[in-house]
């Protein structure tokens, strides 16, 4: 699977659009990006998945380049709620495979 | 609609012993898979487990081993405890090959002691 990049830190106000980004360079054409979040002391929660197109649904927006080396997953009301760890995962869409956790993003909402 | 249960919730063990942890998958998802997660790190694959095979390992020793159950709930079985084996594990339950989201139970934290 392919590595991503992300910054270890962001801080975003309550209210206001969250967007994080995450570098994957060396995606391959079959390769999906998930992302996912963790609130402390609770296991992993799926956000969102997408291929090529800009998918939307009811947690967040996932917006992927043209030529797919990156991504940002939009929270467009953060709430103190999403304070939470973001990470972005890209991996092949087939069985057996595993998701690949880097060190994600920690997102700090603040009132 | 169930989610993917975790038991115990916490368990103190000493160097040496062995642990059982369990895990019940949700509802429709017949894939188990099992990560370990350090303090301050993010997962860690162990294994996953399909039709009560496994179908996938991380960078575990042998002495991290599961079972998969007909009824598609879990097992993860660690011998030898180490000081180094603290640390909160995560079973997550999918549904192969339709795309879907793993869904994640709570976890189980372990501390060998």
């Known amino acids: 699977d392919a590595k991503t990049t992300q910054p270890p830190s962001m801080d975003c106000a309550e209210g206001r659009a969250a967007n994080l980004p995450c570098n994957h360079s060396t995606i391959s054409g079959n390769e999906y990006v998930y992302w996912y979040r963790q609130i402390h002391s609770q296991g992993p929660q799926y956000i969102i998945h997408?291929?090529?197109n800009n998918e939307t649904n009811e947690m967040a927006s996932l917006i992927i380049t043209e030529d797919r080396k990156s991504s940002t997953l939009i929270l467009p009301h953060a709430t103190l709620r999403d304070t939470a760890v973001y990470y972005c995962i890209v991996r092949f869409n087939n069985a057996g495979n595993m998701l690949t956790f880097g060190g994600g993003t920690r997102l700090m909402v603040k009132p | 609609e169930t989610g993917v249960t975790q038991s115990p919730t916490h368990l103190i063990k000493t160097r040496g012993q062995q642990v059982t942890l369990r895990c019940s998958s949700q509802s429709g998802h017949n894939t188990v898979s099992w990560y370990q997660q350090a303090l301050g790190q993010g997962p860690q694959f162990i294994f996953q487990y399909y039709r009560e095979e496994e179908n996938g390992r991380g960078n575990f020793p042998p002495r991290f081993s599961g079972l998969q159950f007909p009824n598609y709930s879990s097992e993860l079985n660690v011998n030898a405890l180490e000081l180094d084996d603290s640390a909160l594990y995560l079973c997550?339950?999918?549904?192969?090959?339709?795309?879907?989201?793993?869904?994640f139970g709570s976890g189980t934290r372990l501390t060998v002691v």
């Open positions: 997408g291929l090529k």
């Open positions: 997550a339950s999918s549904q192969q090959g339709l795309g879907y989201g793993y869904t």
